[in-house]
Every structure is written in structure tokens, then in C-alpha cells.
């Protein structure tokens, strides 16, 4: 038998506020649903992509339009959620005392390899319950990105996959054009 014990967002924001995920026990984990949930390990090929898409969203945004995080934490209270996606793209304000929330995020992406079921599965749902408004998913498997909008409690309404050429424009920026083909050919 398996037990698993569930947290309050606040209790796990001690538990980090304490130090029990660094020092020489140090582990990536992020807190979904109020279970604290190890995470997989990145693969070259992933730190590639997140740098790509660092070095991408630097070049096409000023930090006065936006603040651009990698690998933070992004705060979901009502879904006892603490997620680490790879890179958010936020709303510019002064985030020293708390983490960002869904009303701050304009464009959430995760970069998947061995992540994808989980990435396009139950955090798909989880950002849409958010709601998250704008959320990719950089698929490596399969060389594409998958673009989810129109969040609602069941899910994304809208699940649209971009290979090559194929241009996507984040909804925040829409005079902006991301191909995938130009990431996925360096990745």
C-alpha cells in the first residue's frame, strides 16, 4: 500500500523557506495539487531548448512589456499548486514578496522529452483549470510544438500543433512569430 501526504501551498512554501529541498539532499521538485513531486532530469537536448527559448525571448521582448523567468516557480493557490515550468513570460510588476500567479502569466512554456504524456496530460489540465490563457509545449519527441488556449475547467478548447515554418504568435504579443523549425533544427 502507497500513502501519500498532502500539503497546503503554504505548508510546502515553509518547508522551502526551511531549506528542506537544498543542501546536500538537494532535489528538483515542484508542488502539484498538494503533493511535492520529483522532478525528471534534463536531458542536453531539453537545456538546449530552454536556452533557445531564453535567448529568444530576451531578443523579441523589452523588460519594460515583460518579465521573462526559466525554470521559476509559478503560484497556483486555489489548485494548491506550486509548478516549475521552463520559461513564463510575465506581467512587468515587483514579484520579490510572492511568486507569480495565473493573472500575472502571459505565456507559460514547457519544454518535453520524457515529460510529454505528463506535459500535455495532467499539467495541461491543471493550466487550464488555472486558467492559463496562453501555454506551449515544446514536444521533442516528435519535433513540434503544441499550442493550448481557451482554457476552461475540463480543459483546453484549443490544441493546435505547429511543425517547421508553421508561425505562432503569443497572444500578448501578437506582432511576434515563433517557428519551430528555427528552435527544433538547434535543439
Given at each position: 500500500?502507497?500513502?501519500?501526504?498532502?500539503?497546503?501551498?503554504?505548508?510546502?512554501?515553509?518547508?522551502?523557506?526551511?531549506?528542506?529541498?537544498?543542501?546536500?539532499?538537494?532535489?528538483?521538485?515542484?508542488?502539484?495539487?498538494?503533493?511535492?513531486?520529483?522532478?525528471?532530469?534534463?536531458?542536453?537536448?531539453?537545456?538546449?531548448?530552454?536556452?533557445?527559448?531564453?535567448?529568444?525571448?530576451?531578443?523579441?521582448?523589452?523588460?519594460?512589456?515583460v518579465i521573462v523567468r526559466i525554470q521559476s516557480t509559478?503560484?497556483?493557490?486555489?489548485?494548491?499548486?506550486?509548478?516549475?515550468?521552463?520559461?513564463?513570460?510575465?506581467?512587468?510588476?515587483?514579484?520579490?514578496?510572492?511568486?507569480?500567479?495565473?493573472?500575472?502569466?502571459?505565456?507559460?512554456?514547457?519544454?518535453?522529452?520524457?515529460?510529454?504524456?505528463?506535459?500535455?496530460?495532467?499539467?495541461?489540465?491543471?493550466?487550464?483549470?488555472?486558467?492559463?490563457?496562453?501555454?506551449?509545449?515544446?514536444?521533442?519527441?516528435?519535433?513540434?510544438?503544441?499550442?493550448?488556449?481557451?482554457?476552461?475547467?475540463?480543459?483546453?478548447?484549443?490544441?493546435?500543433?505547429?511543425?517547421?515554418?508553421?508561425?505562432?504568435?503569443?497572444?500578448?504579443?501578437?506582432?511576434l512569430v515563433f517557428k519551430p523549425s528555427a528552435l527544433?533544427?538547434?535543439?
Open positions: 500500500m502507497s500513502t501519500t501526504a498532502r500539503f497546503s501551498l503554504d505548508q510546502y512554501e515553509l518547508m522551502i523557506e526551511a531549506g528542506a529541498f537544498d543542501g546536500e539532499h538537494r532535489q528538483r521538485v515542484e508542488f502539484i495539487r498538494g503533493e511535492i513531486r520529483q522532478m525528471t532530469p534534463i536531458s542536453p537536448r531539453h537545456a538546449c531548448a530552454v536556452d533557445w527559448l531564453n535567448a529568444w525571448s530576451f531578443e523579441n521582448t523589452s523588460r519594460g512589456d509559478a503560484r497556483i493557490p486555489e489548485l494548491e499548486s506550486a509548478p516549475e515550468p521552463d520559461v513564463l513570460w510575465l506581467v512587468n510588476k515587483d514579484y520579490r514578496a510572492q511568486h507569480p500567479e495565473p493573472g500575472d502569466i502571459l505565456l507559460l512554456i514547457e519544454v518535453a522529452e520524457s515529460s510529454l504524456a505528463y506535459d500535455t496530460g495532467e499539467k495541461a489540465q491543471l493550466y487550464a483549470e488555472a486558467p492559463i490563457q496562453d501555454y506551449w509545449v515544446v514536444n521533442l519527441v516528435d519535433d513540434c510544438v503544441e499550442v493550448f488556449r481557451q482554457p476552461q475547467p475540463a480543459g483546453y478548447q484549443s490544441r493546435r500543433v505547429a511543425r517547421g515554418d508553421d508561425e505562432i504568435r503569443p497572444l500578448a504579443f501578437a506582432e527544433l533544427k538547434r535543439s
